[in-house]
């Protein structure tokens, strides 16, 4: 069964800097991986996805995440945070077509982001 | 701009009374997928229908909870009787051929 782990439940950065949100993953297979951001008291809003091709993938808001087959992960990054970034984040997985997952869609636990001025 | 929409965006009710969630896909799309959102357990998947057939609703209790697709413009989710525990905030989602799922706003409950 497909599952994803996101080993932080919190990460504080300083606005200006760098971030990373961290994700793993366990699939069947080729993963389709997924970035979800969501805002207080809204639904999840899509970043950004990897089903196949460059392993470097660009998103919305300037967010973008790395798949790494070796390693199993697909970690969201961003080069330079803003206050406005803070939110919580998801990263979700779904077994590729033909092997059974169907369309669902795992979450991961979720991760807070708080950047800070 | 296309999205899901939901209602009612909050519920309030009491134990017992039978609470109906309703959404609308965005138009096309073929995919609708029933989400609950609690702090104790996260987002968990209810049910989710593929063209208006229900696919998988392991995640659903079934002796209070059922969902419907009665057209393709509108899916709903019916709780009878509610219990406090039922207190979360339910999201519809939708998507085209299973990539990429859209989130609707959520409809945030409260059994009393």
């Known amino acids: 069964a497909q599952s994803v782990a996101q080993p932080e439940d919190q990460v504080n950065v300083a606005e200006g800097n760098p971030l990373t949100v961290k994700c793993t993953y366990s699939?069947?297979?080729?993963?389709?991986l997924f970035w979800y951001v969501q805002y207080p008291n809204r639904g999840l809003q899509f970043l950004l996805k990897?089903?196949?091709?460059?392993?470097l993938v660009k998103g919305s808001y300037g967010f973008e995440a790395e798949f790494n087959k070796s390693q199993t992960s697909f970690h969201l990054k961003k080069p330079s945070a803003l206050v406005s970034d803070s939110a919580l984040y998801f990263c979700?997985?779904?077994?590729?077509?033909?092997?059974?997952?169907?369309?669902?869609?795992?979450f991961g636990t979720g991760t807070q982001l708080k950047v800070e001025l | 701009d296309a999205r899901v929409t939901q209602t009612p965006r909050h519920k309030v009710t009491e134990m017992g009374q039978e609470v109906t969630m309703r959404c609308q896909p965005i138009?096309?799309?073929?995919?609708v997928f029933w989400y609950r959102q609690t702090m104790m357990q996260g987002l968990e998947l209810l049910a989710y229908?593929?063209?208006?057939?229900?696919?998988?609703d392991s995640g659903m209790p079934k002796d209070r909870f059922s969902a419907e697709m009665p057209d393709a413009t509108l899916a709903t989710l019916k709780i009878q009787p509610s219990e406090p525990r039922d207190s979360a905030v339910y999201f519809c989602?939708?998507?085209?051929?299973?990539?990429?799922?859209?989130f609707g706003p959520g409809t945030r409950l409260l059994v009393l």
């Open positions: 989602a939708s998507g085209l051929r299973g990539e990429t799922q859209y």
């Open positions: 699939v069947s297979g080729n993963p389709y």
């Open positions: 138009l096309g799309h073929n995919t």
């Open positions: 229908f593929r063209n208006r057939a229900p696919l998988d």
């Open positions: 979700a997985v779904r077994d590729p077509p033909g092997t059974g997952g169907g369309n669902k869609l795992t």
């Open positions: 990897y089903i196949t091709g460059d392993n």
